[in-house]
């Protein structure tokens, strides 16, 4: 089974500052896609970043970046200069293929808050 | 470009009211949509999944069904809510059959049971 492990309930940053967001994964599969999503207080969940198992390539989005390390089945979230506005719940999800149904599965962590201090 | 509709943003229900919550997507054809619930304080959980008109898994048994009337649209409903079913709930679609792609999510529905 599927299990995604976010070890921190909160983080603290300065402005600024750069941060990362632990996540690790434990899967059988060879094939998994790897997400982080954003949900500030208003609810909304907003897709960042994705990596794919077999890319060699490290995702990055702007000031989002993926460390993908594949051997030690981690892919955290580091968010460089960060503002404000990026104070929200962090969450880490991974995909994979539920061949019967013909669709892909996400699977969440529990989530990360971070709080960015002016 | 895609977007995803999903109402009311909030709903304050009596214990034993039947429940009727409505998701649409613009701009794609022939979607996967998900229903999700969201405790306070926890991740999301995955209650229905559909890949066509008409075709609902779903993922723990609960008081709640889904519907797929239409190939955008996805309807999650209760005919009687329970305590246990207030929370925050969350529709979602992707693209079908395309290797691993992000699910994109509505807005969500705050439902508190009374």
């Known amino acids: 089974a599927q299990k995604i492990t976010q070890t921190q309930p909160g983080m603290f940053v300065q402005e600024k500052e750069a941060v990362t967001l632990d996540c690790t994964y434990d899967?059988?599969?060879?094939?998994?896609?790897l997400f982080w999503y954003k949900q500030p207080s208003s609810g909304e969940m907003i897709f960042l970043i994705y990596q794919g198992s077999y890319d060699q390539q490290n995702a990055t989005e702007g000031r989002y970046s993926l460390n993908f390390q594949k051997a030690r089945k981690s892919a955290n979230l580091v968010i460089s200069a960060s503002q404000l506005g990026d104070s929200a719940m962090y969450f880490c999800a991974m995909s994979r293929l539920y061949s019967g149904a013909g669709s892909y599965q996400l699977t969440f962590g529990k989530g990360t808050k971070l709080s960015v201090i002016p | 470009s895609q977007t995803i509709h999903q109402w009311p943003a909030t709903l304050v229900q009596p214990v034993g009211s039947p429940l009727s919550l409505e998701c649409t997507v613009e701009?794609?054809?022939?979607?996967?949509l998900y229903w999700y619930r969201q405790a306070a304080g926890r991740g999301l959980q995955l209650l229905f999944y559909?890949?066509?008109?008409?075709?609902i898994s779903s993922e723990v048994p609960q008081n709640l069904s889904a519907s797929r009337p239409q190939d955008r649209q996805f309807i999650l409903s209760s005919k009687k809510l329970l305590l246990s079913d207030s929370g925050f709930y969350l529709c979602?679609?992707?693209?079908?059959?395309?290797?691993?792609?992000?699910?994109?999510f509505g807005d969500g529905t705050r439902l508190s049971i009374l």
């Open positions: 701009g794609t054809s022939n979607p996967n």
């Open positions: 559909s890949v066509g008109i008409g075709q």
């Open positions: 899967t059988s599969d060879p094939s998994y896609g």
């Open positions: 979602a679609w992707s693209m079908q059959d395309t290797g691993h792609q992000p699910q994109h």
